[in-house]
């Protein structure tokens, strides 16, 4: 996650210096390629970032579930405890 982080930070640190560097009245192909790749590479790493917020609540509420599950053990052992101690 830190790296998309890092990644995403660099890519829009170039789009900025090719912006700003610009000073010309209009790009060059190459500069247009460039960011275009560099736009690419922004939109796919956004979906990667979508996508594991998605897994990550999906297996937060796994856990969740076990939690409750284990919570339910326990007090069923509990329960078994004070019937045979009685």
Same mark, same amino acid.
Request: charged fraction near 25%; aromatic fraction near 0%.
């Given at each position: 996650?830190?790296?998309?982080? /890092?990644?995403? +930070?660099?890519?829009?640190?170039? +789009?900025? #210096?090719?912006?700003?560097? #610009? *000073?010309?009245?209009?790009?060059?192909?190459?500069?247009?390629?460039?960011? /275009?790749?560099? %736009?690419?590479?922004?939109?796919?790493?956004? %979906?990667?970032?979508?996508? %594991?917020?998605?897994?990550?609540? #999906?297996?937060?509420?796994?856990?969740?579930?076990? /939690?409750? %599950?284990?919570?339910? *053990?326990?007090?069923?052992?509990?329960?078994?405890?004070?019937?045979? #101690?009685?």
């Amino acid at each position: 996650m830190n790296k998309i982080n /890092n990644l995403l +930070i660099i890519t829009s640190l170039l +789009i900025g #210096g090719l912006v700003v560097s #610009g *000073c010309s009245s209009s790009p060059s192909a190459e500069e247009l390629k460039q960011l /275009n790749d560099l %736009k690419a590479s922004v939109q796919a790493l956004e %979906k990667q970032v979508g996508e %594991k917020k998605s897994e990550k609540a #999906g297996l937060e509420k796994q856990v969740a579930e076990k /939690n409750g %599950k284990l919570q339910q *053990c326990q007090s069923d052992q509990e329960i078994v405890k004070k019937g045979l #101690g009685k």
